[in-house]
Structures are given as C-alpha cells and as structure tokens.
C-alpha cells in the first residue's frame, strides 16, 4: 500500500486554514499533521500552494436530449474537463421522459456514465411523469442512493410539472427523505409571452432574457416554497438567478423553513449584456433561469454570502455554437438552453475570492462541503480529514490564466468566459488518491471514477 504525503500547502476547509501535511493511504485521508512530522513512500510538494478538497459539482447534465440535440459532453469528456477544473465529484440529472418509469431512465444513465468517467458521480432523478408508480419507485430510488429529484415548472410538455404533481411528489419525499429540486420558472406564462414575442418578430436571443422574466421566477420560487410547507418536505431551489427569487428564498429561512438555494457562475459573472451580444453570439448564453441585468449579481453575492444561497452549481449543459446553438437563428425559443462550465468553477469562485465577494473558506464550503452534505456525500466527499476520500487539490493561488475555448478540456466550441484573466489555477488533482491531473498534465482515465451512493440530505437529520 502507498503512502502519499501532499507536503508543505496550506490546507483550507470549510471550517478552518491550517499549515498541514495530509497522509494518504488506500485512497483516503490518514491523518493531517504539522509540516515535516510524517514520511511516506511518495511525497507531492505543496509548498506555496493551497490544498483543498476536491470540488463537487451537484449540478451537471453530460449527454442531456434538449430541443431535438444533446448536451456536447459525454460523462468520457465532461468529467475529464472537470477534472482539469479540480472537481473529482458530479452529480448529474437522470432522466424520466413522460410514459417511463424511474428506472429505465436511470438504467440509461447508469449505462452512460459507467466506465467512462475520470471521476466519482452520483445521480439526481428528474421526475418529468408523477403518477402511483413513479412515487413508490421514488422510494425505492432514495433507497439506493439517488435521493434527491427534480421537478420543473418550466417547460411544458417536455419535463413540466403541475402544481398537482409537484405537491404529491413532495410529500412523497416529506417520507422518504428525499429532497426535491425545483426548476422554478413560470412556463406556463413564459410560453404566452414566447409566443407574443416571436408574433412581434422578436426572435434575436436577447429575448430569451426578455421573456422569461424576474418576476416569473421569483413567483414560482415562492409558489415552490409554498407547496413544500404544504406538504412538509425541505426544497432545494436550483440555478437561482434574479434578486427577486433570493428575497423569496431568504423571507422562507427566515420564517425558519428547510428551504435551501443554489446559483451559478453564469449568473454571478455574465450578464442580459452577454445574451444581446450581435450576430447571433448571443445565443451562446441561452440557459433558463436566464442571465439576468447586472445589478443582480450582486443580490446573488449577498445570498451567498448571508446563507441565503447555500451552493454554487455549474448547471454545465453545453451545446455547440456551431450546429446546436444555431437551432435557434431566427427563432429564440429553439435555441438549446444551457452553457458550458464544469472545468471553470473553482477558478471563478477563486476569482471570487480574489474580488473580495466571500472567504478562502467560504469558497470551499460553496463548492465542496455544502453541495457534499447537501446530497449526503459528506464527509466522504467536501472535506479533508481523516477517513474521507483522497480527493484533493493542489491549486496556485498566485498563477494567472485566461480562460479560452482554444485551452479548455469541455467538449465545446466555445467558452463563456472567453478572454477573462483569472488569477488562480488548478496544479495537481487527486481522486481517491489516484493521480487525475499533475503538474498540469492529464494521468487519469475513463473508468476511474464510480457511482456514489448518497444518504439522504445532511442538513436535515
Ligand atoms: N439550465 C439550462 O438552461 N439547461 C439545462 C436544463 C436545466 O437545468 O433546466
Ligand atoms: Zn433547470
Ligand atoms: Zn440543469
């Protein structure tokens, strides 16, 4: 067995910062200790640099089928870039069409990912059919460690829930610990303002942002928040992107109800400016929620900063400009929603750091430790200390890059952040003490990574 010691790094945690040396061994943390107290068969010089958990990213979609194409990363690709990112952790959405059980949808993305991933996963089940069946199999689900499910709101006819089938798919958790994840837009509405939109020759991608509206989010947070106290059920709000839908998510918590929120680097860093860029460039940051004005963002670093926001996804969906996003010239609506950015969220929340927006450990509690106990991968995952798993991170904190479709490891052809500078970068990756990046270099392969069972939500036990 060897012993791998990460030697002379400043550890950072969500909870403390500390000189340490950190024994590996098996795949796991053995023990940290102050500098040049162990030995060990190998030694990895940390000297200058942080040492941090690996990330977890809870929300990814490799392989997604959206508006008639799929997400360009397959778990092969999307989970090498990650990687690269100093994530060692996805949890990614399976999907239930309308007419399938869980099951079948599960099966599929367990024969996507198995094998191909660089590192571990674990699984969300979207719920897009709420009938008997699909409530008992959610508790067979929670069973074996997928225990968390999202609905939307949006998107009818494709994965929408109504009030109905969102209330009875909550209680059904309120049972079984599950924890319900909620897409909360009005689409119902969205989808009359869509129409009236294009009636009027609207069809640049800037109305995507035009016509799904702050408003429109923050009532259906609220409507979600609502039918969550109703049945009894915690709620997890994802990819929060307008002020309005935060004050909702803050006056719930304040009233002392399990409701958490999550947002995203797109919506802390990019902005409308970006959806209304010509020649059609806009459409490379068509996602729903949309980005918002700018003065958002800085409700959004509040959130995170207060607790109001507990996590910080990726939402990685990436389409290509060429071929995928283009679907949608001459009509917004069928531009495939999302955006690429598994292999850029530790460096912009590092920047973020840098920017003075949270702590060194608040950035590590946002990416690592809260989405781990948010999920029930803690402290297996999110964490260093002693029996969890060897996934870690040497990052520089003090080397620049700049972030670029022509460097980046995402199956993509474009980057969302193309050209900005960050100060930050990832040096050496460990995965269950396995070399995933060093020193810059890839040493990991397909099939390392492993399906991770998760117990239910930690914040509720
Ligand atoms: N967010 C987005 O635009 N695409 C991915 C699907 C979803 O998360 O709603
Ligand atoms: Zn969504
Ligand atoms: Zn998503």
Known sequence: MTRTLIHGGLVITASDEVHADVLIEDGRIAALAAPG????????????????????????????????????DTFETGTRAAAWGGTTTIIDFAVQSV????????DAWHAKAEGNCAIDYGFHMIVSDVNEDTLKEMDLLVEEGV??????????????????????????SADNGGLIMMHAENGIAIDVLVEQALARGETDPRYHGEVRKALLEAEATHRAIRLAQVAGAPLYVVHVSA?????????????????????????????????????????????????????????????????????????????????????GRGDFSKIPNGLPGVENRMDL???????????????????????????GLYPKKGTIAPGADADVVIYDPHTEQVLSAETHHMNVDYSAYEGRRVTGRVETVLSRGVPVVTERE????????????????????
């Open 37 to 72: 107290v162990l030995t060990a068969d190998r030694t990895i010089d940390a000297t200058g640099k942080y040492v941090i958990p690996g990330g977890v990213d809870a929300h990814t979609h490799m392989e997604l089928p959206f508006g008639g194409t799929f997400a360009s």
């Open 99 to 106: 007419g399938q059980a869980l099951r079948e949808g599960l």
């Open 147 to 172: 225990t968390s499910f999202k609905q939307f709101m949006a998107y009818p006819g494709v994965f929408y829930s109504d009030d109905g089938q969102i209330l009875r798919a909550m209680q059904r």
């Open 243 to 327: 002020m309005e839908a935060v004050a909702e998510l803050a006056r719930a918590r304040d009233e002392g109800l399990p409701v958490f929120g999550e947002t995203c680097p797109q919506y802390l860093f990019l902005s409308t400016d970006n959806l209304a860029e010509p020649d059609f460039e806009g459409a490379k940051y068509v996602c729903s929620t949309p980005l918002r004005p700018r003065e958002h963002q800085a409700k959004l670093w509040q959130g995170l900063r207060t607790n109001d926001l507990q996590v910080v996804s990726t939402d990685h969906c990436p389409f290509c400009f060429t071929g995928q996003k283009e679907l």
């Open 349 to 375: 929340l590092h920047q973020a750091v840098v920017d003075g927006h949270i702590s060194r450990r608040r950035w590590i509690e946002i990416a690592c430790a809260t989405p781990a106990r948010m999920f």
């Open 442 to 461: 890839y040493t990991g392969h397909a099939g390392h990574g492993v399906f991770t069972p998760r117990s239910t939500c930690q914040y509720l036990n």
